[in-house]
Protein backbone atom coordinates (compact mmCIF):
# COMPACT_ATOMS: atom_id res chain seq x y z
CA UNK A 1 0.00 0.00 0.00
CA UNK A 2 1.10 3.70 -0.51
CA UNK A 3 -0.28 6.76 1.60
CA UNK A 4 0.12 9.99 0.49
CA UNK A 5 -0.68 13.08 2.23
CA UNK A 6 -0.85 17.03 0.66
CA UNK A 7 0.21 20.07 2.10
CA UNK A 8 0.48 23.47 1.24
CA UNK A 9 -2.88 24.71 0.60
CA UNK A 10 -4.18 28.24 2.00
CA UNK A 11 -5.77 31.28 0.88
CA UNK A 12 -3.84 33.71 -1.58
CA UNK A 13 -4.62 36.19 -3.49
CA UNK A 14 -4.83 36.62 -7.18
CA UNK A 15 -1.28 36.79 -8.84
CA UNK A 16 0.29 34.73 -5.70
CA UNK A 17 2.40 31.83 -5.57
CA UNK A 18 1.66 28.70 -3.92
CA UNK A 19 3.51 25.06 -3.16
CA UNK A 20 1.89 21.99 -2.53
CA UNK A 21 3.74 19.03 -1.47
CA UNK A 22 2.79 15.24 -2.30
CA UNK A 23 4.49 13.30 0.77
CA UNK A 24 4.50 9.32 -0.51
CA UNK A 25 5.06 6.50 2.53
CA UNK A 26 4.64 2.72 2.46
CA UNK A 27 5.52 0.56 -0.80
CA UNK A 28 6.71 3.99 -2.95
CA UNK A 29 9.00 1.70 -5.42
CA UNK A 30 5.66 0.63 -6.61
CA UNK A 31 4.71 3.66 -7.54
CA UNK A 32 5.32 4.30 -11.69
CA UNK A 33 3.50 7.89 -11.93
CA UNK A 34 2.31 10.67 -9.59
CA UNK A 35 -0.31 13.34 -10.67
CA UNK A 36 -1.92 16.51 -9.75
CA UNK A 37 -5.64 16.90 -9.60
CA UNK A 38 -8.20 19.09 -8.72
CA UNK A 39 -11.96 19.74 -7.88
CA UNK A 40 -13.66 22.36 -7.98
CA UNK A 41 -16.97 23.40 -6.92
CA UNK A 42 -20.06 21.63 -8.99
CA UNK A 43 -17.22 20.69 -10.98
CA UNK A 44 -15.47 17.09 -12.36
CA UNK A 45 -12.34 16.28 -10.84
CA UNK A 46 -9.61 17.11 -13.53
CA UNK A 47 -6.08 16.64 -14.36
CA UNK A 48 -3.91 19.16 -13.64
CA UNK A 49 0.03 17.86 -14.07
CA UNK A 50 1.63 14.18 -13.95
CA UNK A 51 4.97 12.49 -14.27
CA UNK A 52 5.57 9.19 -15.53
CA UNK A 53 8.62 7.82 -13.31
CA UNK A 54 9.47 5.48 -16.41
CA UNK A 55 11.18 8.45 -18.38
CA UNK A 56 10.65 11.71 -16.43
CA UNK A 57 7.85 12.90 -18.57
CA UNK A 58 5.39 15.52 -17.92
CA UNK A 59 2.24 16.62 -18.97
CA UNK A 60 0.13 19.95 -18.12
CA UNK A 61 -3.55 20.86 -18.12
CA UNK A 62 -4.12 23.68 -21.02
CA UNK A 63 -5.15 25.66 -18.16
CA UNK A 64 -2.09 25.57 -15.81
CA UNK A 65 0.55 25.25 -18.57
CA UNK A 66 3.16 27.92 -18.39
CA UNK A 67 2.25 28.96 -14.31
CA UNK A 68 2.14 25.24 -12.61
CA UNK A 69 5.25 23.04 -11.99
CA UNK A 70 5.45 19.72 -11.08
CA UNK A 71 8.89 18.66 -9.56
CA UNK A 72 10.47 16.04 -6.79
CA UNK A 73 13.21 15.27 -4.33
CA UNK A 74 15.70 12.53 -5.61
CA UNK A 75 14.65 9.88 -3.50
CA UNK A 76 10.77 10.61 -5.66
CA UNK A 77 9.02 10.16 -2.30
CA UNK A 78 7.97 13.85 -2.36
CA UNK A 79 6.43 15.66 -5.25
CA UNK A 80 5.89 19.32 -5.59
CA UNK A 81 3.31 21.26 -7.54
CA UNK A 82 4.45 24.49 -7.46
CA UNK A 83 1.87 27.48 -8.48
CA UNK A 84 2.57 30.48 -9.63
CA UNK A 85 0.32 33.60 -10.91
CA UNK A 86 -2.89 31.75 -9.59
CA UNK A 87 -6.14 33.12 -10.94
CA UNK A 88 -9.34 32.72 -8.53
CA UNK A 89 -10.61 29.62 -11.69
CA UNK A 90 -7.56 27.99 -9.87
CA UNK A 91 -9.96 27.90 -6.33
CA UNK A 92 -9.99 23.81 -6.24
CA UNK A 93 -9.03 21.14 -3.61
CA UNK A 94 -6.04 19.70 -5.11
CA UNK A 95 -5.18 16.30 -4.81
CA UNK A 96 -1.69 13.82 -5.13
CA UNK A 97 -2.50 10.21 -6.79
CA UNK A 98 -0.29 7.82 -7.84
CA UNK A 99 -0.37 4.80 -9.96
CA UNK A 100 1.06 1.66 -9.82
CA UNK A 101 0.55 0.94 -13.48
CA UNK A 102 3.23 1.16 -15.94
CA UNK A 103 2.21 2.81 -18.81
CA UNK A 104 3.98 4.39 -21.69
CA UNK A 105 2.72 8.40 -20.65
CA UNK A 106 2.12 10.59 -18.51
CA UNK A 107 -1.68 9.21 -17.33
CA UNK A 108 -4.30 11.75 -17.71
CA UNK A 109 -7.66 9.95 -16.39
CA UNK A 110 -8.07 9.46 -12.51
CA UNK A 111 -9.04 5.72 -13.32
CA UNK A 112 -5.68 5.10 -13.70
CA UNK A 113 -4.50 6.50 -10.31
CA UNK A 114 -4.75 3.30 -7.60
CA UNK A 115 -3.82 5.94 -4.74
CA UNK A 116 -4.81 9.17 -3.68
CA UNK A 117 -4.27 11.56 -1.19
CA UNK A 118 -7.27 13.23 0.99
CA UNK A 119 -6.61 16.89 -0.55
CA UNK A 120 -5.54 20.18 0.68
CA UNK A 121 -7.53 23.42 -0.36
CA UNK A 122 -6.20 25.85 -2.42
CA UNK A 123 -8.50 29.53 -2.82
CA UNK A 124 -7.38 32.73 -4.81
CA UNK A 125 -9.35 35.61 -3.79
CA UNK A 126 -9.58 38.49 -6.83
Known amino acids: QVQLVESGGGLVQAGDSLRLSCAAS????????TGWFRRSPGKEREFVAGVNWSDGSTRYADSVKGRFTISTTSTKNTVYLQMNSLKPEDTAVYYC???????????????????WGQGTQVTVSP
Open 26 to 33: GRTLSIYG
Open 97 to 115: AAHSGVYAAVQLSTRQYNY
